[in-house]
């Protein structure tokens, strides 16, 4: 099979980005600046949030944006593209602004992930790209914050490559689970390229491959005596599993003075089984023995064995976290917000729809978050033209954009921006973080939010409202098209 990872990611895109780039480019449009907003509607699974990832990929994808002569050929074999165009991408390269919510931020529907303002064939041209990654790893990661939360402290560990759809999905899957709040992961490339740390236990096979269970057992402690983490559930799990595990325990470990070990279930009555292993081992004296269990575990299945009051120190989590089994679909978009005319003013442009809620915030605008100064507790986000400041030593008003009538008065609070630079004029001005410290980065970021907006079912709606000025832009624009 032909090796997908060698061609230019810049021609993954969708054709008519490249149709409507040649159309721009023969007209006026070529060069005007235009704003694009990268937002989502819906967050995945109805819960309060989502969490934002892939900056990094898109971050590398833009440096790296150029054609080569091999592609700027095979556009020419379609017939469709003018001359002058083909040679236009021959030099092509991104000289916009990108601004973004740093990765780890959690976020909500409508408001902009990502701000691209570029000439408008380069922003035309990146959509599908920014949005494969962003869609992709906001996904994951959102799914493993909710997973992460349901084991209560527990640790979790992705373990989903062989289910992914693809390579890349398990590579960047794996990433994206760990920034959600994961320990680890069982993708070794993954802790290659990225660092993310890989581990794992032992397959049915090894237990299999021995005469007996005992023996497969006995030779992996002797290999990894300080990482013994047996399968116990090859063929009876309490009658001969759990303790041919403790036997071979005490035949390798303790001779060696080792305390720490474990045991893994993989299927059959987890909570049950979990119960029955924690005494067998406690009362063989492994009290310092963990529990880890696996087997198509998601979030509800894993509220569920704990409220059973199942014994388990780690879950494995695959098929259901790596691709997001519930809703595998994160449904970003990209819409235009403003352009500029011949003379630097920039013109607010609006998307009208009968669906409500695919109507458009317009506009060049900024992102607050509202932070309670006696809780530090997440009160509301707040969109703005980007003109406009905060003086959060004041109150103010905020305005909901689904309703011609509601607002709220916030006080006694502190603004911060969300969105930060990231390209300039094309050139990177962003200090890239480690994915260590983007880990821990969303987990203090998720801890500011209340638990009403945590809840997995019916969940308690965070509002993203707007400034009076942009509420007003908003509905002039909606009574013109009307």
């Known amino acids: 099979m032909e ?52 900056l990094e990929q898109v971050i590398d ?84 914050n909710r997973i992460v939360r349901a084991a209560g402290g527990r640790s979790v560990i992705e373990f989903g490559s062989r289910r992914a759809q693809g390579a890349d999905a398990a590579i960047l899957g794996a990433r994206a689970a760990y920034i959600g709040g994961c320990v680890g992961t069982a993708c070794t490339l993954t802790d290659q390229i990225y660092g993310v740390p ?20 006995v030779e992996y402690c002797k290999l990894y005596p300080n990482n013994a983490v047996l399968l116990v559930d090859t063929y009876n799990t309490l009658k001969s599993g ?27 009555d987890i909570a049950y089984l979990s119960q029955h292993a924690r005494k067998m081992l406690d009362d063989a004296g492994w009290t310092e023995c963990t529990i880890t269990v696996s087997n198509s575990l998601d979030e509800h299945i894993i509220q569920e064995l704990l409220f059973q009051g199942a014994c388990i120190d780690t879950f494995g989590v695959g098929e259901r976290l790596i691709t997001s089994k519930s809703e595998p679909v994160f449904g970003g978009v990209y819409k235009l917000a403003a352009v500029e005319d011949e003379n630097g003013n920039i013109i607010p442009k609006i998307k009208v729809s009968e669906n409500v809620e695919k109507i458009t915030n317009p506009h060049y605008k900024k992102l607050y978050r509202f932070f309670g100064n006696n809780n530090g507790k997440a009160i509301a986000d707040y969109l703005c033209v980007y003109d406009e400041t905060v003086d959060d030593s004041k109150n103010i008003t905020i305005f909901d954009p689904a309703a011609t009538w509601k607002t709220k008065e916030v006080y006694n609070f502190t603004a911060k921006e969300l969105q930060v630079p990231i390209f300039k004029d094309g050139q990177l001005v962003y200090e890239k973080p480690s994915l260590k410290e983007i880990r821990e980065y969303c987990l203090q970021q998720v801890d500011t939010l209340w638990a009403e907006v945590k809840r997995f079912d019916n969940p308690h709606t965070y509002y993203v409202d707007l400034s009076e000025k942009l509420w007003n832009i908003r509905y002039d624009l909606l009574r013109q098209k009307h």
């Open 3 to 54: 090796n997908l990872m060698r061609h230019n990611l810049t021609m993954l895109c969708d054709f008519y980005e490249l149709t409507m780039g040649n159309g721009y480019f023969k007209t006026p449009y070529k060069d005007r600046m235009v704003y694009f907003d990268l937002f989502f509607r819906n967050v995945p699974d109805k819960g309060g949030f989502a969490i934002a990832a892939g």
């Open 198 to 217: 890989a581990g794992g236990t032992m397959a049915h096979s090894w237990v299999q491959m021995f005469d007996s269970q005992y023996e497969a057992f």
């Open 61 to 144: 994808y833009i440096e790296n944006l150029h054609f080569s002569q091999e592609d700027i050929d095979f556009l020419r074999s379609k017939n469709v593209f003018s001359d002058d165009f083909l040679e236009y991408l021959k030099d092509f390269k991104f000289t916009g602004d990108i601004y973004a919510v740093p990765e780890g931020t959690p976020v909500f529907p409508r408001e902009p992930i990502l701000t691209v303002r570029a000439p408008a064939i380069q922003a035309q041209l990146i959509e599908t790209y920014l949005l494969l990654v962003i869609n992709h790893q906001s996904l994951i990661a959102t799914k493993a």
């Open 242 to 268: 759990v303790p041919d595990a403790i036997r071979a325990f005490n035949d390798v470990l303790k001779p060696m003075g080792i305390k720490k070990c474990g045991i893994r279930l993989d299927s059959g």
